[in-house]
């Protein structure tokens, strides 16, 4: 796909204050995020929502499902092993969150190509969840008809899917948060935001894009913005794992050393480390 120029960008200072406020929003409450997730990830995605400070809950199967939704502080929904009592329990779930006022995270896990998943997405997307999250490949299949990546990894880059982002939000979901080597959020207004912290360490264990959609959903918990959420949640995520990968030696010593440094991040490493922009014009919109 083509990828346009890239656009001028402005550091956002008070965005990064926010996360950081944010952060400690989330340890003071440790918030009860339910998760209907794959089943290749759900391990690491409830160690990293207890090393945020959160309470991880995976409940997900049918009649349980959607009570739950409706008492949890968050909520995350992803795709990515859509058996039969999970799909009944994502929707389920979801339709409760949205009918409660709960934040719910949709990650749209490898659609495109695959048509369960995809019919699924798309049944979730009619919900208008409160921030989807996923790479460019899977935004695009999911909002746009595009094919969708290779399995889970994307194809495309995040800026391919910066128009459709930005034409979505609003109609279709709440904020949108596309990963990539700079991940590309797209807040509530309209306003593109850049977060060029992370590690490709993230992309070589199991579930570190899948938890980021978890840490979504915490922070979407304690946050009155959609956008303000995605921003914190992927900043915090990736900029933990910027650090870990300092002392990591590959992938087998990165993921344990992440989870020490989610547990131990604090705001003024936020306010140090983090590297977040805004475009500085309007761009097509």
Do not use: K, Y
């Amino acid at each position: 796909m083509h990828t346009a120029a890239p656009v001028p960008t402005t550091a956002a200072p008070d965005l990064v204050r926010r996360t950081a406020d944010l952060l400690e929003a989330l340890r003071a409450r440790a918030p009860l995020v339910q998760c209907v997730t794959n089943t290749v990830v759900q391990n690491v995605t409830a160690n990293v929502l207890l090393a945020l400070g959160a309470s991880p809950a995976m409940v997900d199967v049918r009649t349980e499902a959607g009570p739950f939704a409706r008492v949890a502080d968050g909520l995350l929904v992803n795709t990515g092993t859509p058996h039969e009592e999970a799909r009944d329990a994502a929707v389920e779930a979801a339709t409760a969150a949205t009918d409660a006022g709960t934040p719910w995270v949709l990650d749209p896990v490898a659609v495109g190509a695959l048509p369960v998943r995809t019919a699924l997405a798309r049944e979730l997307l009619a919900l208008r969840p409160t921030v989807l999250r996923g790479n460019a490949s899977e935004v695009l299949a999911l909002l746009d008809g595009a094919a969708g990546g290779r399995g889970t990894d994307a194809t495309a880059d995040a800026d391919d899917a910066r128009s459709v982002a930005r034409a979505s939000v609003g109609r279709h979901v709440g904020a949108i948060a596309v990963s990539g080597p700079v991940d590309l959020l797209v807040t509530p207004d309209g306003t593109v935001v850049r977060v060029a912290n992370g590690t490709e360490l993230l992309t070589r264990i199991t579930g570190g894009g899948c938890a980021l959609g978890a840490a979504v959903a915490a922070f979407a918990s304690v946050a009155a913005d959609a956008g303000e959420a995605a921003v914190a949640a992927t900043v915090v995520h990736t900029l933990a794992a910027e650090l870990a990968a300092r002392d990591a030696g590959g992938p087998g010593t990165f993921q344990p050393v992440f989870l020490d440094r989610l547990a131990t991040l604090t705001p003024d490493d936020v306010v140090r480390g983090a590297r977040v922009a805004t475009e500085a014009s309007d761009g097509d919109r």
